[in-house]
T-cell receptor, first 113, second 115 residues
């Protein structure tokens, strides 16, 4: 069964600190992996998209890594800001099949002043 | 560009009522999607469309219907609303298929409560 699991479920950090969110997937056939940021009451917004051959991608203070062998990805947030408080969703895309996007349940991050 | 827009933002329905959730995009995308997001769950695909006149069921289509008469609009119809349809509904669009790394753009969502 195609699944995307994220950990931790929730996380609280102090402003300025770094953090790392994890995503493990059992999805086949894999095409690409995406990280989204979802602010409360808003739709998800794309942060990064990585294909099989990419093992790291950055978007400002966000850096995503992908290990296709172990089927793991992480999202590292550097020097966190209050505006980073949101849910972060890992999504894996399939290269075939009807349901091409498999969504994780997200990690809820709270950054405190 | 407004991107993906959805109306209404909030709605309360009584059991058995019907309504249409509106979705429009101004990016000339062929691919459009409807998802629902329940607390603690990943987004689930309800219906999707790969172009005007073409729609198909997703994972959880029961109780919903869609149409796609234009590239821009993709309304979602709820018939005979049930409490199980209480959820947040997101419309999304993309310029191409998922496996080609096209960005997927989401609307702001519609929060629906059925009582």
């Amino acid at each position: 069964k195609n699944q995307v699991e994220q950990s931790p479920q929730s996380l609280i950090i102090l402003e300025g600190k770094n953090c790392t969110l994890q995503c493990n997937y059992t999805v086949s056939p894999f095409s690409n992996l995406r990280w989204y940021k979802q602010d409360t009451g808003r739709g998800p917004v794309s942060l990064t998209i990585m294909t099989f051959s990419e093992n790291t991608k950055s978007n400002g203070r966000y850096t995503a890594t992908l290990d296709a062998d172990t089927k793991q990805s992480s999202l590292h947030i550097t020097a966190s800001q209050l505006s980073d408080s949101a849910s972060y969703i890992c999504v894996v895309s399939l290269s075939s099949g009807t349901y091409k996007y498999i969504f994780g349940t997200g990690t809820r991050l709270k950054v405190l002043a | 560009n407004a991107g993906v827009t959805q109306t209404p933002k909030f709605r309360i329905l009584k059991i058995g009522q019907s309504m249409t959730l509106q979705c429009a995009q101004d990016m000339n995308h062929n691919y459009m999607y409807w998802y629902r997001q329940d607390p603690g769950m990943g987004l689930k695909l309800i219906y999707y469309s790969v172009g005007a006149g073409i729609t198909d069921k997703g994972e959880v289509p029961n109780g919903y219907n869609v149409s796609r008469s234009t590239t821009e609009d993709f309304p979602l119809r709820l018939e005979l609303a049930a409490p199980s349809q209480t959820s947040v509904y997101f419309c999304a669009s993309s310029g191409g298929e998922a496996q080609y790394s096209y960005e997927q753009y989401f609307g702001p969502g519609t929060r629906l409560t059925v009582t």
